[in-house]
Structures are given as structure tokens and as C-alpha cells.
């Protein structure tokens, strides 16, 4: 190591921008436009339904959002447009599918990442990712000839025991044909059902092995270690997976269509026939014409702006409860 | 403290040195807490540790030193059934508590590890509160009722209580690596455990961090036993009264096995090693 016989080295040149300079730059314009390309096209998304859908805004203004019913072809005066109806059907039908679906995704993540065999894993979530792929027409099908049909005798047992009950027993009220908002409900559990899993899954795999080791360590059961270190871990990452499955389950179109009863109804009676605004427009986009079709793009928005607002909802909801979960972090 | 229903504690502590270990110095005015009888630790059919053999004595600390890779973690943590999660590992021997086999098979691992906790390497706090981390555990061990003196008591004994009893409501996450290790010994001592067991508690942490967990350890053999894994043999030297010296051996397959080569008094190991092949790592000649 004899320092004073190396030559000088040559000056560093700290300003230089090479290839790499170039290579960084190309790199966050490219990933800047394709993010601002996501706003663009909501926007645009956004602008051109509005457009559309302004002569039903203009007739019926704020009522198309109160006004439960919808009849695009009076005998006497002029159509009413109320989305109210179709937008409880949405809220309904998508409500029931999370209160089945998120347990038993969240269910089957937790037996995926903690419980089964590792040899069990990789054909399970195999199995879980193709039912995501079935076609939702099939699904409407299904529901429509064997579902709904063998569903009856259940709802009509639960109408005769539960019936009865002041207030809850509304819910359960006479049955119809078994095409209804818990029919569409289910079908709609089913179809998210994949999605919540495997974002749940990948959620429960990033939980790191120090924070389970460290509740093992403590005593914890299988089960504590659960609730004390990977809910707490995960409960942001759960709830996106959540939402996705109701943005799944609200814009579900064909499947709904098929098995919800297809009447404009608002009633607490689970077993009784409705619809949702995305099943609505595509019942009858084919055969409308100048403000129904506008009132139809209008069902289009409603839809749009509940979606946003529930995802802006959950944001908050996430951001308040892991404040709470995760002490703060200042 | 959580129901005993596994009778971990009721039968006499034994003592038994099996030949072919250097025991020397064993204090026997100390009880042994543990003791461990020729255990081996296997990951499938890989034998990573052969043949272990060595007391824990109570109220002492008791440091495993060795190169990387001599298995002084796997047995560390074979002590208190942590490698059970792990697929295909399997524990030969006997590793007895209070005399009493922990791989019996009506031994619940949960009991064990209630009873025997863990400090790990990295700084591994929940993602909650400071206060929810301490107190997660007493929540696990059914604890009902004044939680917040538990809570303030595991914090003052852990010498952290000063620095975090205006911000309980915190993230733990917001602390810095020697609080947090200092907090993670926390929620172990808030379950009131008989035994620690430390896994290079320090490697994580700078040297103000590692000096104040040192002096935290040697206050805490006053209520533990403490078992510790550390790579620095200053550190052992410093904080431990026996130390366990293990090495890594290749067999005739290539394959590398853990070993225990020495177990004695901390003093006596580093400065009268009976082992050539001690003498050769303490002094630094290992290759």
C-alpha cells in the first residue's frame, strides 16, 4: 500500500449525466404519464356519461336520485326517471355478497398462509383462481335454473321460522320465485369470493415470520397469533381487498340481471324480487331511445359516484382505525 | 398468571452431565432450571445439532457461543419449542424443564413458551401501540384488571418506562432499535416468564443500545434465567456466568453439523479453555 506512487486519479466529474441519467429520466416520464393517463381517462370516463346523461339530469333533476319509480313509458304524462330503487338493489345485493364472502375469503386466506400443508397450497389457490374465471353469464345460468329454484324451500323455512319476529322478521318476508335480492346476493358472494381470497392471501403472506415468531414466543395460540399479528398487519391491505370485491359485486351486470327478479322495488324483504342499476341498464339499453337512454347513462354515473364514495369512504376508515391499531405514528 | 394445568413445575430438577461434554465448574450450589440431555435438532434428515448436553442454571445467564451456522440458534431455539412451526423439524433427546421432557407428548407448546419466552435478533415489536405491545401478552395469558400497573411494572424492569411513559398511545414502530428490543424484552417479562431466551439480542443495535440491553440483562437474572446467543465473544464474556461454546463439524457426507465442544463457567472458557478447539476461537486462530 504505498500510496504516493499512484498516479492522480482522474477528477470525478460529479455533474456527468450518462446513459443511466437518460435511462432514469425516460423512466419517471413513462411512469408519470401512464398515472396521469388513469386520471385522464376517469376524467374523460366521467365527463362523457355526465354529457350523456344530462337531458335525464335536466328533466328530473335531484328527484332522479329520490325518486323510487321508474317508467320510461307512461300511459298518461310524462317518464319518470328514479334511480332510488335500482340503487338500493345495488346496495343490497352487493351488501349481502361481502356478509357471506368476506368470511369465508378471510377464511380460506388464513387456511392458506397459516394452516395448510404446503403441498394442499398451490392446488388450492389453482382451484380459488379458476373459479375468478368463470364467465359471470355462466354464473347468471346457474343461478337462474338451479340456484334460485332450489333455493325456495330454504327461504320458505326461514320465512315460516324467522317470519314471525317483529322487525327482523321483515327481512324475511313471503317468497316469490327464489330470483331475488338474496338469490342475486349469494351469486354475487360467489363471484367475489376469489378475488378477496387472493388479494388476502397476498396480504397474510407479507406478514414478516419475526412478528408471528414474536407472538408464538409469548404463548400466543394459532389463534392469537392471528388477531394479535397478522390482523393488525394486514387490516388495510384486507380492507382494499374487501372494496374490490364490492366494486366486483356493485358493477356485476350479468349475473344479476338474471337471478335478481327484475322488478323496481324497494323492501326490507330479502326474498322479494328488485333490481340494480347495473342489471337495469343492461335489461333495457337495447330497446330505449333519447331521455331513457340518458336516464339509463344516468344510472351509469349514480353508480360511478357510489362506487367512489365507498372507496373514499374505506380510505378513511382504514386511515382512522390503523391510527387507532398502530398507536400514531408522530 | 395463566392456569398451570400442565404440570411443567411440580417434579424435582435433575442434574445429569453425560460423559464426553467438558462440564467443569457447574455451580452445584445452583439449581439447574433446564437441562438438556444429548439433544439433537433435525430439518428433515439434515441433523443440524448433534448431541447437545448441558444445564441451564437458574438465575444465571448462560450464553451459546460459535461460528455461524454451529447451530447455537437451533438449539436456542429448541428450548422453547419455536422450531415447531417449522416444517420437518424434529428434536431428539431430552430437554428437560424443571426436570420435565418439553417434547413430552402431552406438553402443550403453548404452556411452554408461557413459560419459557424469547427475545429475537431483529427488533421485532407488533405494529400497535407501545402500550398494546406490552400488553398483548398479558391479554393472551387471560390477565384481566390493571392492566396499565402489569404494563408500567414490565416497562420500568425493562428500563424503558422513562422514556415512553408520555407516549404509550405511540406506534411502537416509531421508536428507536434499542428501544424497541428494549420493549420487545418488555412484552416477554410482562408474562412473567421463568426463562429468557435471547437470540443475539444486540446484532441489531448499535453500541450505546447493546451497553444499556447488557446492564438490563444482568439486572433481570434478579427474577430470570437467561439463556443468550450472541456472536460476540466480548459480549459473553461481559454479560454471562456459564458459557456453552459450540462449533460446526463437517462429516465424512460433506455435511455440516452443530456441536456443542465446551460448557463451563464463563471465566474458566476464556481463560482456561479445556477444548483445543475453544482455545483456537476465543483466541481468534479459527479458521
Known amino acids: 500500500m504505498t500510496l504516493t506512487n499512484n ?17 432514469d429520466r425516460v423512466f419517471s416520464w413513462w411512469t408519470l404519464g401512464t398515472g396521469l393517463l388513469v386520471l385522464a381517462i376517469l376524467g374523460l370516463i366521467l365527463i362523457t356519461t355526465v354529457r350523456e346523461a344530462w337531458p335525464a339530469f335536466d328533466a328530473m333533476g335531484l328527484r332522479f336520485i329520490t325518486e323510487r319509480v321508474w317508467d320510461p313509458n307512461p300511459a298518461t304524462g310524462d317518464a319518470i326517471f328514479g334511480a332510488l330503487s335500482f340503487a338500493y338493489g345495488t346496495a343490497v345485493s352487493s351488501l349481502i355478497a361481502l356478509l357471506f364472502a368476506v368470511p369465508v375469503s378471510v377464511g380460506i386466506a388464513l387456511f392458506l398462509t397459516e394452516l395448510a400443508p404446503r403441498r394442499l397450497r398451490g392446488p388450492a389457490v389453482t382451484v380459488i383462481d379458476l373459479l375468478a374465471a368463470v364467465p359471470s353469464v355462466v354464473f347468471g345460468l346457474w343461478g337462474i335454473l338451479v340456484v334460485a329454484p332450489a333455493l325456495v324451500p330454504i327461504y320458505q323455512w326461514m320465512h315460516d321460522v324467522f317470519g314471525g319476529i317483529p322487525l327482523l322478521g321483515r327481512l324475511f318476508g313471503p317468497v316469490g320465485s327464489g330470483r331475488n335480492f338474496m338469490t342475486a346476493g349469494l351469486i354475487l358472494a360467489i363471484m367475489v369470493t376469489p378475488i378477496i381470497t387472493s388479494i388476502t392471501r397476498e396480504v397474510f403472506s407479507t406478514v414478516p415470520r419475526a412478528d408471528k415468531d414474536a407472538a408464538l ?6 389463534w392469537e397469533m392471528i388477531r394479535g399479528a397478522v390482523f393488525p398487519h394486514s387490516f388495510g391491505g ?3 381487498a374487501v372494496m374490490l370485491g364490492l366494486g366486483r359485486a356493485m358493477g356485476e351486470t350479468i349475473a344479476v340481471a338474471l337471478v335478481i327478479g327484475g322488478a323496481t322495488n324497494i323492501t326490507a324483504n330479502l326474498f322479494a324480487p328488485g333490481n340494480s342499476m347495473a342489471a337495469v341498464i343492461v335489461q333495457q339499453f337495447g330497446e330505449s331511445t333519447g331521455t331513457f337512454t340518458a336516464a339509463l347513462i344516468g344510472l351509469g354515473v349514480v353508480l360511478f359516484a357510489m362506487t367512489v364514495l365507498i372507496n373514499v369512504l374505506a380510505q378513511v376508515v382504514v386511515r382512522r382505525a390503523e391510527a387507532r391499531m398502530k398507536g400514531s405514528v408522530a | 398468571m395463566a392456569s398451570n394445568d400442565t404440570n411443567l413445575t411440580t417434579r424435582p430438577s435433575v442434574a445429569v452431565h453425560a460423559p464426553g461434554t467438558t462440564v467443569s465448574g457447574a455451580d452445584s450450589a445452583n439449581a439447574s432450571v433446564m437441562q438438556l440431555r444429548d439433544v439433537s435438532v433435525y430439518y428433515g434428515s439434515y441433523e443440524a445439532v448433534r448431541g447437545t448436553t448441558m444445564p441451564i442454571q437458574q438465575n444465571q445467564v448462560t450464553a451459546m457461543i460459535g461460528p455461524s451456522g454451529c447451530g447455537k440458534s437451533t438449539v436456542l431455539r429448541a428450548l422453547n419449542r419455536m422450531n415447531d412451526p417449522i416444517p420437518g423439524a424434529r428434536v431428539s433427546g431430552d430437554v428437560l424443564f424443571h426436570g420435565q421432557d418439553l417434547y413430552a407428548k402431552d406438553v402443550d407448546p403453548i404452556q411452554v413458551r ?20 406490552v400488553a398483548y401478552g398479558l391479554r393472551i395469558n387471560g390477565i384481566k384488571g390493571r392492566l396499565d400497573d402489569h404494563v408500567e411494572e414490565a416497562l420500568t424492569k425493562a428500563a424503558l418506562w422513562d422514556e415512553v411513559k408520555d407516549k404509550l398511545r405511540k406506534s411502537a414502530l416509531a421508536l428507536s432499535g434499542g428501544q424497541q428490543q428494549r420493549l420487545c424484552i418488555a412484552r416477554t417479562i410482562a408474562v412473567k416468564p421463568e426463562v429468557i431466551l435471547m437470540d443475539e439480542p444486540c446484532s441489531a443495535l448499535d453500541p450505546i443500545a447493546t451497553a444499556k440491553i447488557e446492564d438490563l440483562i444482568f439486572e433481570l437474572t434478579n427474577d430470570y434465567t437467561i439463556v443468550i446467543v ?50 483456537d476461537y476465543i483466541t481468534g486462530r479459527f479458521g
Not at chain 1, 414466543?217 to 394459532?222: S, V
Not at chain 2, 456466568?241 to 472458557?269: C, I, M, N, P, W
Request: glycine letters at 8%; hydrophobic letters at 35%; a positive charge.
Open chain 1, 217 to 222: 414466543a409469548l404463548g400466543a395460540t394459532r
Open chain 1, 7 to 23: 498516479p492522480p486519479a482522474a477528477k470525478p466529474t460529479l455533474t456527468q449525466r450518462g446513459s443511466s441519467a437518460l435511462g
Open chain 2, 230 to 279: 450472541t456472536h460476540n465473544m466480548q459480549q459473553a464474556a461481559r454479560v454471562s456466568h456459564y458459557t456453552a461454546f459450540f462449533t460446526a463439524e463437517v462429516d465424512e457426507a460433506q455435511e455440516r453439523h452443530g456441536r456443542l465442544v465446551e460448557f463451563s463457567q464463563t471465566g474458566k472458557l476464556f481463560t482456561n479453555p479445556a477444548d483445543k478447539r475453544t482455545e
Open chain 2, 114 to 133: 408461557r413459560r419459557i419466552g424469547m427475545v429475537f435478533q431483529k427488533p421485532n415489536p407488533f405494529p400497535k401501540s407501545i402500550y398494546d405491545n
Open chain 1, 238 to 240: 384486507v380492507v382494499g
